[in-house]
């Protein structure tokens, strides 16, 4: 059956690496010559072998390649095998895995019978279906949290030595083949504990899962199993309110109102302000203290509420300008592309003319006739390039100037809001002013109620004392409400400059590549028609 023929796969395999005489022979480095020498011993053979070898190997075409039985120490220079789909490099002497992550479409990788120690560098590999890493010495199932496809893993054959190790392999959905038998913690009565913690597996070991396997593994573990998902609950939910959260941090950075929503920038005033948070402690300003921050909030919630209204207007007329722009290179390419295949088919009748005459003034005016014919193509194409330029540079400039009307919009409606903050620091900082005084007198005069605790008491000297106390939290707080302000009207700038920046250098180039590009063509299609020429 198959687990008869994969076990015996197994020892073949052992029995392999056992013989091989590692210890004599010199490492080999994966280089250019290994790699096309074994593209071209595993690719088509015969007539058909000769010609591909002639025509050459493109690495970004291959989807599989073997590297196994060639004693490879280090894996290296894979990264023109950007297509690759399949991977053999089992049975070497690799000591590390890495160097994978461009091959970011391999379903199948198989690095058994290595000297393999830790699980790394496969977390670009997130196609990867098919993962073998067995007769190692890993000791830990680790970094594969990428690897969401999985669906075959053989780890058997290690240095894993605790049943945790299984839990980790619960987040693997489609993991449905597993191989474990040979590591330390399979000494033990482990297959029950496998397949009660993955519910999933089809086949354990190369051995089908049975249905009343299953089911006398989930009774015997049912408590632990029930704890276990209890808890993985517990997690996702707490991974999903911190995805929401940086999601929502992210839409406020983008919008240039983060650190305003639901009383940050109020807690942010007392953060470093103890004098000042003491003072609010004062009898009499409770009432005020949580009005206070309560219109504070509402103003900085308004705030972030409009940004992200005028974040959402920004990132529509900029969508908007991105695909006019698209729109007119797409025209002008295709009308290029046009008048070129029509002077290609030109050209290629007259060539084919020229080879049937025999006068040589006839010929002379024929290729005339085509390099005439050449620089009409020229003028056209630069007629092209320069109309797509002074369109897009009006283009640009319109959306410069809609840009700047929408920051400038948003910047003063900005400003209006830090006033309203301002002028409540002002209104409550005079309430404090009033109540501190207040205080110091009956202070003053033995006719306090309440005894003050000693971090306010000692504030509570004589009135100058107290007068700065409160004069110097008003000025943390609105030294802290300036600096908000700054911060956001000076990034929302920076990136109106940037993008701006960025999209005339990127015409600049765009312009410069394309006339380029029609020069070198000019230029090597003279060069074909010469060479066509001297035949």
């Not at 206070?292 to 007329?317: D, H, P, S, W």
């Not at 024929?366 to 897009?392: N, P």
């Amino acid at each position: 059956g198959l687990s008869f023929k994969l076990s015996y796969y197994n020892e073949y395999k052992s029995y392999l690496r056992m013989n091989r005489l590692y210890d004599t022979v010199e490492p080999t480095v994966i280089d250019e010559e290994l790699l096309r020498t074994c593209i071209e011993d595993q690719g088509p053979q015969g007539e058909a072998g000769r010609i591909a070898k002639r025509e050459g190997t493109d690495f970004t075409e291959v989807r599989k390649i073997r590297l196994d039985f060639k004693n490879i120490l280090k894996i290296d220079n894979l990264w023109f095998f950007n297509n690759l789909v399949k991977l053999n490099l089992d049975n070497n002497i690799i000591e590390k895995i890495e160097n994978l992550g461009s091959l970011i479409h391999l379903e199948w990788l198989d690095l058994s019978f290595n000297n393999i120690e830790k699980i790394e560098g496969l977390d670009k590999l997130t196609k990867l279906r098919d993962l073998t890493l067995y007769n190692n010495h890993i000791t830990t199932l680790e970094n594969m949290e990428s690897l969401n496809n999985l669906h075959v893993l053989s780890i058997g054959n290690n240095n894993i030595d605790s049943f945790e190790n299984v839990i980790y392999l619960r987040r693997f959905e489609n993991l449905r083949c597993l191989n474990v038998a040979g590591n330390p913690f399979t000494e033990e009565n482990y297959k029950p504990y496998v397949v009660s913690h993955l519910p999933k597996l089809t086949y354990l070991d190369f051995r089908l899962v049975s249905q009343q396997m299953r089911e006398e593994a989930i009774i015997q573990y049912q408590d632990a199993i029930d704890a276990l998902e209890h808890n993985e609950r517990d997690e996702k939910k707490k991974i999903e309110a911190q995805r929401m959260h940086q999601e929502e941090e992210k839409i406020l950075r983008e919008a240039f109102v983060d650190g305003l929503k639901n009383g940050v920038l109020f807690e942010e005033l007392f953060a470093e302000d103890v004098d000042g948070f003491n003072l609010n402690q004062l009898p009499l300003m409770d009432e005020a203290f949580e009005g206070y921050k309560e219109k504070m909030t509402k103003v900085c919630n308004e705030l972030v509420e409009f940004g992200i209204k005028e974040q959402e207007i920004r990132a529509r007329e900029t969508g908007l300008f991105e695909e006019a722009v698209n729109k007119a290179k797409q025209a002008d390419k295709e009308m290029g592309v046009q008048r070129v295949n029509k002077f290609l088919e030109y050209k290629k009748e007259v060539l084919n003319e020229i080879v049937q005459l025999g006068d040589p003034r006839m010929v002379e005016n024929k290729v005339q006739d085509l390099h005439e014919e050449l620089s009409t193509l020229w003028d056209v194409l630069m007629g092209y390039e320069l109309q797509l330029a002074e369109q897009l540079e009006d283009v640009i400039k319109d959306f410069e100037r809609a840009l700047a009307d929408m920051i400038s919009n948003f910047t003063e409606s900005a400003q209006n809001y830090f006033t309203q903050c301002r002028e409540l620091e002002l209104l409550h900082h005079e309430k404090l002013t009033e109540t501190a005084l207040l205080i110091m007198e009956k202070v003053l005069k033995s006719e306090l109620e309440e005894e003050l605790p000693e971090d306010l008491r000692i504030m509570f000297v004589d009135k100058d004392t107290i007068t700065n106390a409160v004069n110097a939290s008003h000025d943390v707080h609105n030294q802290r409400i300036d600096n908000k302000e700054d911060d956001i009207l000076t990034r929302i700038n920076n990136m109106k400059e940037g993008y701006t920046s960025d999209l005339y250098n990127a015409e600049i180039q765009r312009n410069r590549n394309r006339i380029a590009e029609i020069n070198h063509f000019l230029e090597n299609t003279k060069d074909e028609i010469d060479e066509h020429l001297d035949r």
